[in-house]
């Protein structure tokens, strides 16, 4: 049974950083695709930060693009995110997810697979 278990969020005022982290933990997994997701009340779910892990791509939404860089941990089976100069419309729900292979769709891949949790970071 696979689970992504989030952690690292919390409230910040703009301007700040923050690091959300990301543990995976399952039996064989092994994922292509690894992310992280955000959704704003009353607004989609989108995604911004995607890394292709057989490519070693990786995908930014134009909103966080050179703010927040992903980062994937092998050693200790995790995905990072930096968050930097923090601002109000950075407030979301944030969610880590990873999956067989990345679906193309815009600027940032989207995936199948596993999801977490959620962690909530708000931003004043």
């Known amino acids: 049974h696979v689970q992504l278990v989030e952690s690292g969020g919390g409230a910040v005022q703009a301007g700040g950083s923050l690091r959300l982290s990301c543990a995976a933990s399952?039996?064989?997994?092994?994922?292509?695709?690894a992310g992280w997701f955000r959704q704003a009340p009353g607004k989609e779910r989108e995604g911004i930060a995607v890394i292709c892990i057989g490519h070693g791509l990786t995908y930014y939404a134009d909103s966080v693009k050179g703010r927040f860089p992903i980062a994937k941990d092998n050693a200790k089976n995790t995905l990072l995110l930096q968050m930097n100069r923090l601002k109000l419309e950075d407030t979301a729900m944030y969610y880590c997810a990873a999956g067989r292979d990345c679906i193309p769709m815009g600027r940032v891949p989207t995936l199948v697979g596993y999801w977490g949790q959620g962690t909530q970071v708000t931003v004043s």
């Open positions: 399952g039996y064989r997994f092994s994922p292509n695709c």
